[in-house]
Nanobody, 124 residues
């Protein structure tokens, strides 16, 4: 079992940047594929980016391509999401998730563990 804690959310102006971090404890983070999801109140949670156990494979939602970068530091049991050129529509609660399945996983039900979420608010 792994516990996930996100940090780094906050308020930023449109065009600005934020860096989210997810710290894993319990089992090593290298045992899991990792993903970042986001959810707006009243809407379904959606994937933003995902990364394989080794970090060799990544996936980005169309909304994140060219602006966001997912990375991981397995020795430090952390996963990061660098978000640049933020837009108002990026405002959401961002969740870190861990999947015990191999390769990059895109769907909510493929993830076994979730963090509590961190709020990102982009002002227009």
């Amino acid at each position: 079992q792994v516990q996930l804690v996100e940090s780094g959310g906050g308020l930023v102006q449109a065009g600005g940047s934020l860096s989210l971090s997810c710290a894993a404890s319990g089992r090593p983070a290298s045992s899991y594929g990792m993903g970042w999801f986001r959810q707006v109140l009243g809407k379904e949670r959606e994937i933003v980016a995902a990364i394989s156990r080794s970090g060799g494979s990544t996936y980005y939602a169309d909304s994140a391509k060219g602006r966001f970068t997912i990375s991981r530091d397995n020795p430090k049991n952390t996963v990061h999401l660098q978000m640049n050129s933020l837009k108002f529509e990026d405002t959401a609660v961002y969740y870190c998730a861990a999947s015990s399945r191999f390769s990059v996983r895109l769907y909510l039900d493929e993830y076994d563990y979730w963090g509590q979420g961190t709020q990102v608010t982009v002002s227009s």
